[in-house]
Every structure is written in C-alpha cells, then in structure tokens.
C-alpha cells in the first residue's frame, strides 16, 4: 500500500553516485533546511541559489546554481582597470612573490 499516492519525487544533485538518503521537512514559513552530507556532497554553503527542475513527470531535480562568468561580470561590473602586458606581468611577479613569502614564514 503507498502510504503518499500524489507523492512526487525529488532528486538532489548528482545522479549516478551512490545513493545517499536524507530528509528534510518543510518549516511554516516554507523554508528546508539541506543535510551536512548533502551540503557537504554538493558543495552548498549559506547563500547558494538552488535550481528546482521539474522533468516530464512532474518529479523535480535538485542542484546548486554555479555561478557563470556573465553572473560574475554583473555582480562586478564592468573593468575600470587597464593594464598594458608588461604591467600585467610585473603585477603577477609580485603578487607570486608576497605570496611565496607568507607560505616561506608559515613554515618557519
């Protein structure tokens, strides 16, 4: 007998892995909270959007939104700077050398 008839289905993120099952459950305002392991498994953390798709039979799939580079650029905007090549790399030299200095002093 099924206990829930008009029970849709919902699929979390990446299929073909094993199956990992956790539930969750719908507060009043109509908010859920995500598993550790699903979160964990997908790579969720505070503020990732969800994508809820729904297939031909009405069963919904699950996945984080991943952030694309138009995203990116319209929450930056658009580039004020301009570097010639020759700047670009001198930047690139420096910023590799400060960085080679703090991981030389956390090993000291």
């Given at each position: 007998?099924?206990?829930?008839?008009?029970?849709?289905?919902?699929?979390?993120?990446?299929?073909?892995?094993?199956?990992?099952?956790?539930?969750?459950?719908?507060?009043?305002?109509?908010?859920?909270?995500?598993?550790?392991?699903?979160?964990?498994?997908?790579?969720?953390?505070?503020?990732?959007?969800?994508?809820?798709?729904?297939?031909?039979?009405?069963?919904?799939?699950?996945?984080?939104?991943?952030?694309?580079?138009?995203?990116l650029h319209r929450m930056?905007?658009?580039?004020?700077?301009?570097?010639?090549?020759?700047?670009?790399?001198?930047?690139?030299?420096?910023?590799?050398?400060?960085?080679?200095?703090?991981?030389?002093?956390?090993?000291?």
């Open positions: 007998m099924d206990l829930y008839p008009s029970a849709r289905y919902i699929t979390l993120g990446n299929q073909g892995v094993d199956m990992l099952v956790a539930t969750s459950k719908v507060t009043i305002q109509g908010q859920i909270s995500v598993p550790a392991e699903v979160r964990k498994d997908l790579g969720i953390r505070a503020g990732t959007e969800l994508i809820w798709d729904r297939n031909e039979d009405g069963d919904y799939t699950v996945r984080p939104k991943r952030l694309t580079l138009a995203d930056v905007g658009p580039s004020t700077v301009r570097l010639t090549d020759q700047e670009l790399k001198k930047a690139r030299q420096e910023f590799l050398a400060s960085r080679m200095k703090r991981l030389d002093a956390k090993k000291a």
